[in-house]
DNA sequence: CATGAATGAGCCTTCATTCAT
DNA sequence: AATGAATGAAGGCTCATTCAT
């Protein structure tokens, strides 16, 4: 409906680009187009054909990871304790910026290359909101935060993460701690302050 | 004693280059030397034999403001309520850091370009580590955190702020509100988990 | 096989990027990258991906001339006069390095950019090797000389010559009279000494 | 007569700028004024003052070596035998040249930056003039060489040294053998030729 | 569609030399 | 005399992007 299913060859080399690109991402290289065309075998042009800037290849990367993450988000909304509902959601998306780099560029962007990024986005972010509102309502969260502040409390663990280094596994282990402290921070409404 | 004093014209050139490395700071712009150069109306070289590294200056421009941080830490030290105690330390510190562009990139970076800076940062440190040791010990905070969690504490609620945007005025509101949000998980101890 | 044949425009820089190169080495400038763009109305990024260092720029300015020396070294092999043989090899190697301003660097370097340029010397020594064993066999040579010393000894006529000064002319004919001098000596076997 | 004797500090100074200069050369560090200056302890006024140009610099460091090769040659216009006097002064002269990281530069020099190299190398090549005629005069020497030969083809010989390479002991070999191959040569007179 | 050569702005850095102090 | 700060031309190299083939 949307896009032209691409001919076969180009969708080999479309699969090559993004993967060269996840494979650099995991180990943390800038993505540079010149660089991901040489790795793949194609030229410039090519890849330039498929990914007009390095962000677009970027979000593609982080796409797959988004959709997870979306998916997931649309079960919470089932979930009937609303503080579960909302620890869960919350803990599979810190966990996520912080196994994957693509994400946290991608999250923190202030605009999209990629409509379908900003799809992800809204949608991730409504399920939040959702989220957050039914929690809040049920005063299970402190009233003074927002929906809007989510997703910068996610960056700011996944970066606190980053800060604190240490091997992948020690870093889910630093997130859970970090994203534990704080939810018991939302969850401790200051009812009488 | 310690070094030795510039020459007036060398003072004055010194000067001028730490107030454009400000203010690009300020802007936001990386700072390059050559930029700064001639900005600043003077030579690369002059910039060169000033600071041999855009970091050096980067560290240079936000002495002033460990300094302040430092000093502050000093006082806190005497403060005899353990919570209060760190409470105070850890919002001026987060207050910087949003405040201060300057601030993020030299907490978080793993060397430093001057020694000025490393005691700076090793002095911070210890109050924190002091500070944070005390609430602990009157069970004041969760016992789950380390002291070397506190700088990736700090530089992640400043990342949570800068994500989150807004003007200045903004930032500092957003920050009190995320640092406090924090702050209520350390202190809620979890008591049967 | 070998290489891809370069496009045609490209091979259109090329020669032009080698043939500026040729100018500025005749002409006795040192080669640098940037100024050979500039000369050969092409952008710097041009000439670095056609030669990543002026020396591979340089190797490849002198490969004819080695590729030359390399044909007459394989006919000297089939000479039967050893002396002679070895007399022609080194006279043509004289006036080539005396004649072309890219030889001296190249065969005085170390280490070599191009593989073919350690072909071409590879093969010119082996050459050399095997025409002064001939010729010491013969006792038409001084022993107290190795295979070792050819490269030295010709680098150092090239460079007495180039010392003295003069025209083109006068330096073939500086170089013919050096030779004839150092040959005589070779040849001189310190029979009593 | 010439120059007013330095005052006591500044000789001090002077001295200290030739001292580091001649570690420099030996170690085969390229002169550069600003170097020798912060290594000597000194402004770089100071040394610009003592030394106009690196080259005036080099010259001064070299001054005492060719002062002893000219010392040398005094006493070599005294010797009796023709042969054995050119022999001697030109194996002086390669072995200077190969012991001296100085000389080289120095030697080949088209022009001169101090007064006292130009007298120092005018007495030197007036010697070797005169020892040269003396030999061919008593047909010692084939007679196709000129006195303005001898420059060059010392400077040849210490070049072809330092292309062979090795340690300083080893050079000193290489150019004894070097240097017997062409005086062997230079001897041989070309009788039927 | 794919290719990859070409581009050139832009950044970094060094160093010989001058001149105010 | 000594100092050393300032200068800025010069050279090196990278990389995002375009466009002819």
Not at 42 to 57: K, N
Not at 165 to 187: F, M, N, Q, S, V
């Amino acid at each position: 409906m949307t896009t032209t299913p691409l001919r076969k060859d180009a969708a080999r080399n479309w699969d090559r680009i993004v993967a060269v690109a996840r494979a650099l991402v995991d180990q943390g290289t800038p993505l540079q187009l010149n660089d991901v065309a040489r790795r793949a075998g194609l030229g410039v042009g090519t890849v330039y054909r498929h990914f007009a800037t390095p962000e677009a290849l970027l979000e593609t990367v982080a796409t797959p990871c988004l959709e997870a993450l979306a998916a997931h988000g649309r079960q919470a909304l089932a979930d009937t304790d609303p503080w579960g509902a909302l620890e869960a959601f919350l803990t599979r998306t810190v966990e996520a910026q912080v196994t994957d780099a693509s994400l946290a560029p991608v999250t923190a962007a202030p605009a999209d290359a990629l409509p379908r990024t900003t799809e992800l986005k809204t949608s991730l972010w409504s399920v939040g909101t959702t989220l957050l509102d039914r929690a809040t309502a049920a005063e299970a969260v402190r009233p003074d935060l927002a929906s809007t502040d989510l997703v910068p409390l996610m960056c700011g663990i996944a970066h606190a993460v980053h800060v604190h280094g240490g091997t992948p596994a020690d870093r889910i282990d630093t997130a859970h701690r970090y994203l534990a402290t704080l939810l018991e921070g939302l969850k401790a409404a200051p009812t009488h302050a």
